[in-house]
């Protein structure tokens, strides 16, 4: 049956790969964005990937809004099977040298535009008493690295919004799942559009991975919901590694991770940037990491095929339990 899929900032990087994801299996696919022109391009292309498409022009820092767009795609596509809370904003800076208005514009967009867009995917799928909420995270929803404080900080809200209405959705037995994708590095063009104060151009910490694996990831926790799905060995070492480690990780990253986020390009202070308002013109999926991405994660297909690897592992147990003794007897 064809599925109805709402996305928010489908446009660009990782929403339009999974756009472009679920427009290959046959969904209906409505997508958000600030910006026309994206919107457009990325309608196009779910269309000729086989999927049905519709546009939303919107900012998710605007919670009328976020009704207004769940009714229209209601509307013009029906009922929605699952949302996509993926728009986010981020400024690469020092804290020292932010400025309120930027957390404030940060917080609106990357955290209460996933409260808003889950509240209004909750207002119809509660009802109903099915349908998915996807919550595209990051492995910095655990652990918050330098410059990117106010994103780092937007990712572990959600995190704790998303503990809490999962308990309450146990609590109430609803069928409507939520589940949240931690992702790594990917190669997205947002270092190319966010706000920067660096000297050098910003990139995504090494290893970087093309947003085509996010988007596999995302399609996959559509079908099965899990609590949460962490994405590429970095996501893993990254949230173990906090737990177990984090002081240490507070010195590591405070040693490597200004150069890490810089290459060895110099940065345009008077480039324009995102954070107000969208940029003109279509930024596809890609960033310009293109020569450094990884397009597999060996890590992500073995968590995907969990069930069959853990039936394996007992197959194999019980092969070597039932071995005569003398087949395990070293020779």
């Not at 990087?13 to 391009?41: N, T």
């Not at 990051?138 to 404080?149: F, H, K, M, T, V």
């Not at 704790?160 to 931690?182: A, K, P, T, W």
């Not at 150069?259 to 279509?282: K, S, V």
């Amino acid at each position: 049956m064809r599925r109805v899929v709402v996305i928010t900032g489908g446009s660009a990087g990782v929403g339009r790969a999974a756009a472009c994801a679920f427009a290959k299996e046959g969904a209906a696919v409505g997508l958000i964005a600030r910006g026309r022109d994206g919107l457009e391009a990325a309608k196009r292309e779910v269309e000729e990937l086989g999927g049905e498409a519709r546009i939303y022009a919107a900012d998710v820092a605007d919670a009328g809004a976020m009704e207004a767009a769940a009714s229209f795609f209601e509307e013009q596509l029906g009922p929605i099977d699952v949302w996509v809370n993926n728009a986010m904003l981020s400024v690469f800076s020092p804290v020292k040298e932010m400025q309120a208005e930027e957390y404030r514009r940060v917080t609106e967009v990357t955290y209460l535009g996933y409260v808003y867009g889950t509240l209004a995917a909750l207002h119809r799928m509660l009802p109903r008493d099915r349908g998915v909420i996807i919550q595209v995270g990051s492995a910095l929803a655990y652990r918050g690295i330098p410059l990117q404080s106010a994103y780092c900080a937007a990712k572990h809200a959600i995190q704790g919004f998303c503990d809490s209405l999962r308990s309450e959705l146990i609590h109430d037995n609803s069928q409507v799942r939520v589940s949240m994708v931690q992702l790594p590095a990917m190669n997205t063009p947002q270092f190319d559009w966010v706000k920067s104060r660096l000297d050098r151009r910003a990139q995504p910490v090494p290893p970087i991975y093309q947003p085509e694996i996010a988007a596999r990831a995302i399609a996959s926790a559509s079908r099965h919901p899990h609590r949460e799905r962490w994405v590429g060995w970095p996501t893993v070492k990254a949230i173990f590694g906090n737990k177990l480690i984090p002081g240490l990780l507070d010195w590591y990253l405070a040693k490597t991770n200004y150069q890490a986020q810089q290459t060895d390009q110099p940065e345009d202070p008077q480039r324009p940037h995102n954070l107000w308002g969208p940029l003109p013109g279509d930024h596809g999926a890609h960033g310009r990491f293109d020569d450094r991405a990884k397009s597999r994660s060996p890590q992500l297909w073995a968590s995907e095929h969990r069930g069959w690897l853990g039936a394996a592992g007992l197959l194999a147990g019980a092969t070597l339990l039932l071995l005569p003794r003398s087949r395990l007897v070293s020779r």
